[in-house]
Structure formats: C-alpha cells, structure tokens
C-alpha cells in the first residue's frame, strides 16, 4: 500500500456507486408504482454497475492499492 490509488479506480467507484443508486431508485420507485417491466429492466440496468465495482475493488486488491499490507513495518 506504497502507492496511491489510480485515478481509474477513483472514477470507477464513482462511476458505480451513482450508478448503483440512481438504477436502485428507479426499480424501488417504479415497484411502488407498480410498473413491473420498468422496474426489472431497471434492476437488470443496476446490475452492469454492481460488475463494474467488483472489477474495480478486484483490481485494487490485486495491485496493492487496498488490502492487508504484506510487510508490516517494524517500529
């Protein structure tokens, strides 16, 4: 955990979180409504969004930049 966290990583957590939120609302508003085939082509809308931050919390673990740091300093 050297270095800095890659400014792709910063723009693809933002990326998925608002993405995440804004299709969740949707489905959750459209539910209530009840438009049923709005509502699942919205959950299927959140799940490209829910990939994207997997990929991206992977790729931070996999390059350092999060995670347990595999040499502890010694004080």
Do not use: K
């Amino acid at each position: 955990m050297n270095t800095g966290i890659s400014p792709f990583v910063v723009a693809g957590r933002i990326l998925a979180v608002i993405g995440m939120g804004l299709t969740a609302a949707v489905a959750i508003l459209l539910a209530l409504v009840p438009e049923w085939l709005w509502a699942g082509l919205a959950v299927l809308a959140f799940l490209p969004f829910l990939g994207l931050i997997v990929l991206v919390e992977r790729y931070s673990v996999r390059h350092g930049l999060i995670g347990v740091d595999s040499s502890p300093s010694r004080d």
